[in-house]
C-alpha cells in the first residue's frame, strides 16, 4: 500500500485502464512505478531502467510463476 504526505504530488487517475492490465514475468513495463504480485500480493518498484519485469522476489517457490500489476505509476510531471 502507497501512502503519501503531499496530495500535490499524488494525482487521481483519469486513465485506470493501465491499472488493471495484469502484465507477465518478462514483460516491459509501460512505466516506471510500484507494482504488485498477484500471487502473493508483495509490492515492488520498478524504476526508468527496468526493461522487463522480473520474477517475484517474495514468491519462493523454485520456478514459481507470478504476475503484475500496475499499482502506482512514478512520472515526472
Not at 514475468?25 to 500471487?39: A, F
Request: charged share 35%.
Amino acid at each position: 500500500m502507497a501512502f503519501y504526505e503531499d496530495e500535490y504530488y499524488v494525482k487521481k487517475t483519469d486513465k485506470p485502464d493501465q491499472y488493471k492490465t495484469i502484465r507477465k514475468i518478462g514483460e516491459k513495463p509501460p512505466s516506471p512505478g510500484i507494482y504488485k504480485c498477484q500471487k502473493c500480493g508483495f509490492e515492488d518498484v520498478m524504476n526508468r531502467d527496468c526493461d522487463k519485469l522480473p520474477p517475484c522476489a517474495n514468491c519462493k517457490e523454485e520456478g514459481s510463476s507470478n504476475t503484475w500489476k500496475l499499482l502506482v505509476k512514478a512520472t515526472n510531471k
